[in-house]
């Protein structure tokens, strides 16, 4: 019998009464489970499977089947403000993704576990007095589904909703760290072509390759980044506050793309593309 702390990644309907349930666990990886009866009203998993909660589970392994069952599972975080904040769920969602898709396979996974429930906790945290984003009265986002508790379909969200703003850099620093966790470490103090140390905002990124070119190498030429992302890179470095987070946001995914190599596309890139354009729009 094993008993783990586990982040629900994403979950499916198996029939009318049942989901299955992909999961990161703090001892086992990734593990996908068979939950019958956990769409029921009175079933013992209501809220502890939900996407992107953080849940005690107990389970029997079995190595002879992918999917396993499910003893016990309860509620530890679930992380009620993220879910309010439509940018940050959004983020969250493809952190999930990546870590389903391209963390390696049957192995323990305590590093991710770790970066991932950080970067989730970090992202739950109450608006405070930070400055809201309302959208625009015409506007109109689905939210992805099986992310409400007992919640099938996509719903709409109200126009005119009021949003938290985002939290700067969460994501960003998240996307470094899983670089560096999967052995794709960045240089962002060192210039690619003289290996001097970069002061300041660097002069240019390539994210095929994830070379930072200092201002003295890059003399003439045209900068291939924009000045946002070379601005937030630095910001980053720094620990400061990103201005424009989905730029070097975009440039970290398209670096860790270039290395893994995605033969599938991340589905909620695309939700939080749309998510993006929405908090735009208000500005």
Partial sequence: MIKTRAIVLHRFPYSDSSWIVKALTEETGTVSFIVKGGKRKDSPFRGALDPLALCEIVYRENPNTELQFLKEASVINWHPHLREDLLALAKAQVMAEIVLRYAPAGVPLE??????????AA?????GNAPEVKLPADSEVKL??????????????????KLPANK??????????????WGYHLDMS???????????????FHPETGAFVCKSCLGVETPRARPETLAGFE????GRAIAHPEFVENALLAYLRSHIGFMREINSL???????KLYDRSR
Avoid: M, Y
Wanted: aromatic share 6%; net charge negative.
């Fill in 111 to 120: 590093g991710e576990f770790a970066l991932l429930e950080e970067a989730l």
């Fill in 123 to 127: 992202l739950d945290v109450p608006a």
């Fill in 144 to 161: 992805p589904a099986g992310n409400a508790p007992e919640q099938d379909a996509a719903p709409s969200l109200p126009a005119g909703i």
């Fill in 168 to 181: 700067s850099g969460i994501f960003a620093r998240w996307l470094l760290d899983i670089c560096e966790l």
């Fill in 190 to 204: 060192s210039c690619s072509r003289c290996d001097h140390q970069i002061e300041g905002v660097p002069a240019d």
């Fill in 235 to 238: 910001a980053l470095r720094t």
């Fill in 270 to 276: 695309k939700f939080l593309n749309e998510t993006r």
